[in-house]
């Protein structure tokens, strides 16, 4: 059989040295006592393991070592650990000069001690650990070496504080002086330990501090942490989701709402002029000898049919104010409001108007949907001029615009027209709201103004007081691409 292999599947502990106390092989038990890698024993002095106070007392034993002849030999020795472990057993020297120890370990030194650590090292809890005041380590379990993936050399000329996330220490080191303070107390750490391929490690640790050192069992925690971790983002996500979905349906059912107003009140307000003309036809064709009432009954159409264009028109400028994001164009105000004013120049009662424009510019351009914001001043300066107070004068209507702050436009509008009943100004943006019965208009200006302010991303809101002005103020954001750079 292999010499080699008959000793490491031996029981005993067993060493090969030259005379001079050179290590030339030994068995993976003696190693292990030791706490020290085997081939990192070999070529090594055996009197480096010998205890300071006992070295010169072995060496003089085996200057009178007899050769062939077996002695028994007790000899101290020191571990990576630094514990005191005491060897007794049997020596030979061979007819080639090479010296054989083999024998087993006896607890000379505070053997309770050891064996309280030797049951650390052979037990199942993961890791225990104990430091002194600075952090240097008086124990630790071969389970804290290899969790964090060092040698126990490795471990030896490290200091455990050191180990710890930088972000943690300064607050690890206050709890620790609390310990101190309640000797025997117990506390809880969550801590970072750094593994040697340079990531961390996060163990919970349950500590006490006892007689000048601190002591510790640990258990590995990284796993349970990031699945927890990853648990509240899929949670977070759930309730992101659910609460989108409660959104979309809410959303579904205010569409639904308004599409089922929608449908009623344009079959409604479609077929009445509809019904109106065609009446007036066949009363035409009865009167057909009469011209006077012909006329009149023309007349009678055209406002039918005026009334009808006005109601389609505003359809198409809701169809065009729903639609989705779109690209903005550089912002001429005063251009903008001077095309809505040309627009209502031929509305009765436009030329009783004093028109004020007061517009305040920044530096920098201004950019928005062109076709949003057209359709905002349209119905608001149109209605303007249809809710004049004709029994009083002048009719003033004033614009402002001031996007001076560049992020956005301030606008207001302001004339001293009949204005709106209080009881009305929370359902003016309402769809097919109409705030007077004499009203002319479809009901769906003020609505189309409030959404494409919002598709604007603005906010719009309206004061009044009957008889006396009506306000709409607007904040409507700058889109301009050179703001989002600069920031």
């Known amino acids: 059989m292999n010499t080699q292999l008959s000793l490491d599947i031996?029981?005993?502990?067993?060493?090969?040295?030259?005379?001079?106390?050179?290590?030339?092989?030994?068995?993976?038990?003696?190693?292990?006592?030791?706490?020290?890698?085997?081939?990192?024993?070999?070529?090594?002095?055996?009197?480096?393991?010998v205890t300071e106070n006992t070295q010169s007392d072995f060496k003089a034993f085996l200057q009178t070592l007899p050769a062939l002849q077996v002695r028994s030999v007790q000899v101290d020795l020191?571990?990576?650990?630094?514990?005191?472990?005491?060897?007794?057993?049997?020596?030979?020297?061979?007819?080639?000069?090479?010296?054989?120890?083999?024998?087993?370990?006896?607890?000379?030194?505070?053997?309770?001690?050891?064996?309280?650590?030797?049951?650390?090292?052979?037990?199942?809890?993961?890791?225990?650990?104990?430091?002194?005041?600075?952090?240097?380590?008086?124990?630790?379990?071969?389970?804290?070496?290899?969790?964090?993936?060092f040698s126990i050399q490795?471990?030896?000329?490290?200091?455990?504080?050191?180990?710890?996330?930088?972000?943690?220490?300064?607050?690890?080191?206050?709890?620790?002086?609390?310990?101190?303070?309640q000797e025997g107390f117990t506390q809880n750490f969550n801590l970072k330990c750094k593994h040697k391929d340079k990531t961390y490690r996060l163990i919970s640790w349950r500590m006490t501090f006892?007689?000048?050192?601190?002591?510790?069992?640990?258990?590995?925690?990284?796993?349970?942490?990031?699945?927890?971790?990853?648990?509240?983002?899929?949670?977070?996500?759930?309730?992101?989701?659910?609460?989108?979905?409660?959104?979309?349906?809410?959303?579904?059912?205010?569409?639904?709402?308004?599409?089922?107003?929608?449908?009623?009140?344009?079959?409604?307000?479609?077929?009445?002029?509809?019904?109106?003309?065609?009446?007036?036809?066949?009363?035409?064709?009865?009167?057909?000898?009469?011209?006077?009432?012909?006329?009149?009954?023309?007349?009678?159409m055209e406002t039918s049919t005026q009334k009808l264009d006005r109601f389609i028109t505003a359809l198409l400028e809701y169809s065009r104010s729903s639609r989705e994001f779109q690209d903005a164009q550089k912002i001429d105000f005063q251009q903008l409001i001077e095309d809505s004013l040309e627009d209502l120049k031929y509305i009765k009662d436009y030329e009783r108007l004093q028109i004020q424009v007061d517009i305040k510019s920044a530096d920098i351009d201004f950019y928005a949907e062109q076709m949003k914001l057209g359709i905002i001043f349209n119905n608001i300066l149109s209605n303007a001029v249809k809710y004049q107070n004709k029994r009083q004068a002048p009719n003033i209507?004033?614009?402002?615009?001031?996007?001076?702050?560049?992020?956005?436009?301030?606008?207001?509008?302001?004339?001293?027209?009949?204005?709106?009943?209080?009881?009305?100004?929370?359902?003016?943006f309402n769809m097919f709201f109409r705030a007077t019965e004499t009203s002319e208009g479809s009901g769906l200006g003020l609505y189309i103004v409030k959404q494409a302010a919002e598709r604007l991303g603005g906010a719009i809101e309206i004061n009044s007081v009957y008889g006396e002005y009506t306000e709409v103020l607007m904040q409507i954001p700058n889109r301009n691409s050179t703001l989002a750079l600069k920031t």
């Open 154 to 181: 490795e471990i030896n000329q490290m200091n455990f504080f050191e180990m710890l996330e930088n972000a943690e220490i300064l607050y690890f080191l206050q709890h620790l002086d609390a310990l101190q303070k």
């Open 10 to 49: 031996s029981d005993e502990l067993h060493c090969i040295m030259d005379t001079d106390g050179q290590i030339l092989g030994l068995n993976q038990r003696f190693a292990d006592i030791l706490y020290m890698q085997k081939n990192a024993l070999v070529g090594k002095s055996f009197f480096g393991l």
């Open 78 to 149: 020191s571990n990576s650990l630094k514990e005191i472990v005491q060897l007794r057993g049997k020596i030979i020297i061979d007819q080639t000069a090479h010296i054989h120890l083999s024998g087993t370990i006896f607890l000379a030194q505070e053997a309770r001690l050891a064996r309280f650590k030797r049951f650390f090292d052979l037990s199942l809890l993961e890791m225990v650990i104990s430091v002194d005041k600075e952090g240097k380590f008086t124990y630790f379990n071969r389970g804290f070496a290899d969790m964090l993936g």
């Open 397 to 428: 209507l004033k614009i402002e615009i001031d996007y001076t702050p560049a992020w956005y436009a301030n606008i207001r509008v302001w004339d001293n027209g009949i204005g709106i009943n209080q009881k009305y100004l929370d359902k003016v």
């Open 210 to 300: 006892n007689k000048d050192a601190y002591y510790a069992v640990g258990t590995d925690i990284t796993e349970q942490e990031e699945q927890r971790l990853q648990n509240e983002r899929l949670l977070k996500d759930l309730e992101n989701q659910n609460k989108e979905q409660k959104n979309t349906l809410q959303e579904l059912e205010t569409r639904n709402f308004e599409l089922d107003q929608f449908v009623y009140k344009v079959s409604h307000d479609l077929r009445a002029p509809l019904t109106s003309i065609m009446g007036l036809i066949n009363l035409s064709r009865l009167d057909g000898d009469n011209l006077d009432k012909v006329h009149g009954y023309i007349n009678m």
